[in-house]
């Protein structure tokens, strides 16, 4: 898969494309990342402006609709693929895991950044993007927002992840998309607070049973909107209010 970023500030991703799952992905070449910095195609020259003030009066900046147009449309023609835009804005579809699993079915995704006070809004009827939004809230420009989706979608692609089953089990994932299971590790007890003994049984099907009632449970307690409106209800018959019921 590849990604092309377009942003004002392409020192922003150094750190980050160094690191991590998506640094072995990048090295095993099962991701491609390409940043491109919307200033290489201002038209002015000398000082490589790309905002202006808005007509009509206001506070801030707005990108000018032309060297943004024309990085997108340079972008998209170094491929035969031209992948599949999206511009990342609050004013977008709520991005979650149903939309992660529809982009991760691109081969291409170029990914658009925003500053100051948003594009000229021809950027988006020329375009025609797909408008995403990572949450109700504003950032100062879309590069955080950009390594979200990527950070998401490279989850499900194939080899990626050292264990295939692994992005099964997210919170979200999965045909109930229900939250994930609680997990522990080494020490058996800490500070008074001991591992289920069901998980060191060393019988899966037990196990793989705790592990679904606990996502209900777990969903039911602190994302009921996720289990289609429904009053869920324990093994026991009731719905648990406190984390520490469970123990």
């Known amino acids: 898969m590849r990604f092309d970023v377009l942003t004002l500030f392409p020192e922003i991703f150094a750190g980050y494309l160094g690191q991590g799952l998506l ?10 990342v390409y940043v491109h910095d919307i200033r290489e195609w201002s038209t002015d020259a000398r000082h490589k402006k790309v905002d202006d003030r808005p007509f009509g009066g206001g506070p801030g900046m707005v990108l000018m609709a032309e060297p ?25 579809r709520r991005f979650d895991q149903r939309v992660v699993e ?4 691109n081969e291409r995704i170029l990914l658009l950044c925003g500053r100051y006070e948003g594009f000229d ?7 025609r993007p797909d408008e995403i939004s990572i949450g109700d809230f504003v950032l100062n420009g879309g590069e955080v927002a ?4 990527i950070d998401a979608v490279i989850r499900l692609v194939p080899q990626v992840l050292g264990d295939e089953q692994s992005s099964g089990d997210d919170s979200f994932s999965g045909p109930r998309r229900w939250l994930e299971f609680a997990q522990y590790t080494r020490p058996r007890e800490y500070r008074g607070l001991e591992v289920p003994p069901i998980l060191l049984s060393g019988d899966h099907g037990a196990i793989a049973r705790w592990r679904e009632q606990d996502a209900l449970r777990r969903t039911n307690l602190r994302r009921p909107d996720l289990i289609d409106g429904r009053q869920a209800e324990t093994e026991g018959g009731e719905r648990q209010e406190t984390e520490r019921d469970s123990q």
């Open 23 to 32: 640094k072995r992905a990048i090295e095993r070449q099962l991701i491609d």
């Open 102 to 105: 529809e982009l991760a079915a």
């Open 68 to 92: 943004v147009v024309a990085s997108v449309e340079a972008a998209r023609a170094q491929q035969a693929d031209p992948g599949h835009l999206v511009m990342l804005t609050p004013q977008g």
């Open 121 to 127: 809004e021809r950027v988006r009827l020329i375009l």
């Open 146 to 149: 950009a390594m979200a989706v």
